[in-house]
């Protein structure tokens, strides 16, 4: 799925962001922390803002490519409103964690690691959230759910679905 970003839209940031490059230009390893600040002001490395990396520090796109994708800390999609981390640690995925991993799945559309197109929801699977005895844990945003059966799947989706057609 290709995501758009609106240079129109956002053309407050990009000037920040413009400012941000020259600040650091001269600084001996700025890409890294150039990048870093991307992510933070857009939330992910769209191509449009990798480009004005390169050009604003004067290297080849290639080496802000290279780099951005090196380091796992850098995505190139965007990330939901509202994140959805299932645990597929050794306690949750015994008691069924996959299968509600992949109810998400069918519901959103979407698989591990992607956003929904409305750019609602993303998935992120994780390996362990540190409380095994709540097993299976779904994690939305900051809400634990905690002993989720693949029932309850489709209502904790409602939940968030409702809360984004009350904010707009």
Known sequence: MEFTFDLEKNKEQILEFKEFILEHKEMPGALIPVLQEAQVKFGYLPREIMALIAKGLEVP?????????????????????????????????????????????NILGIKGGETTPDLQFSITDCRCVGDCSKAPVVVIDEDVYAKVKKSDVKDIIAKYSKEVENID
């Not at 796992?72 to 959805?84: E, L, M, R, V, Y």
């Open 61 to 105: 796109a290639s080496k802000v490519f290279g780099v951005a994708t090196y380091y796992s800390q850098f995505t190139f999609i965007p990330k939901g409103k509202h994140n959805i981390s299932i645990c597929l640690g050794t306690a949750c995925y015994v008691k069924g964690a996959q299968d509600i991993l992949e109810e998400f799945q």
